[in-house]
T-cell receptor, first 114, second 113 residues
């Protein structure tokens, strides 16, 4: 089945130690998104790629970066994780960027910072 | 700016009860409206959507009608099951947000046997 895959499902890192989360998709969608979701809150958009064009949300900390080496893969890099970065990180894709387009979400990676 | 307001939870119901989760929106453009569901420990799944006024989205017994006059998109189900226990997010997207989703805060539903 076509889907959005995130690895790992759980990630433990140490305070200040760089960590990379990965997302892959078999939907061949143009757009890939990264969201941060803290406990009992709505997902918060960090950034997205439309094809190779990167779009950063204004309030996304510089500590968060992303790479999209090809259509299928997208990575979230956290350069120096703080305790406040512990959260669920959700990857999503959509065919296009337009009202009405459905976003398809992966299962998420839960990040724990010690 | 655009925003989504949905009823505060948690909502606790007995199996086979009727469910309504209220959702209203503010948008400068002509948005599309969505309900996403998140089961414990999982990502979000699209439950249903509507892209124009008076459209009714439906899936798995859930329904919501896009009401432009009241800027609402309330989620309903006639008879909930224990397996419906999850967090439900109302969301909108419009041309101004370039298709980005703007979520409500979510409503946690617990269904007891």
């Amino acid at each position: 089945d076509a889907m959005v895959i995130q690895n790992p499902r759980y990630q433990v890192t140490q305070f200040g130690k760089p960590v990379t989360l990965s997302c892959s998709q078999t939907l061949n969608h143009n757009v890939m998104y990264w969201y941060q979701q803290k406990s009992s809150q709505a997902p918060k958009l960090l950034f997205h790629y439309y094809d190779k064009d990167f779009n950063n949300e204004a309030d996304t900390p510089d500590n968060f970066q992303s790479r999209r080496p090809n259509t299928s893969f997208c990575f979230l890099d956290i350069r120096s994780p703080g305790l406040g970065d512990a959260a669920m990180y959700l990857c999503a894709t959509s065919r296009e960027k337009a009202r009405g387009e459905t976003q398809y979400f992966g299962p998420g990676t839960r990040l724990l910072v010690l | 700016g655009n925003s989504v307001t949905q009823m505060e939870g948690p909502v606790t119901l007995s199996e086979e009860a009727f469910l309504t989760i209220n959702c209203t929106y503010t948008a400068t453009g002509y948005p599309s409206l969505f309900w996403y569901v998140q089961y414990p420990g999982e990502g979000l799944q699209l439950l249903l959507k509507a892209t124009k006024a008076d459209d009714k989205g439906s899936n798995k017994g859930f329904e919501a009608t896009y009401r432009k006059e009241t800027t609402s998109f309330h989620l309903e189900k006639g008879s909930v099951q224990v397996s419906d226990s999850a967090v439900y997010f109302c969301a909108l997207s419009d041309g101004g947000s370039q298709g980005n989703l703007i979520f409500g805060k979510g409503t946690k539903l617990s269904v007891k046997p």
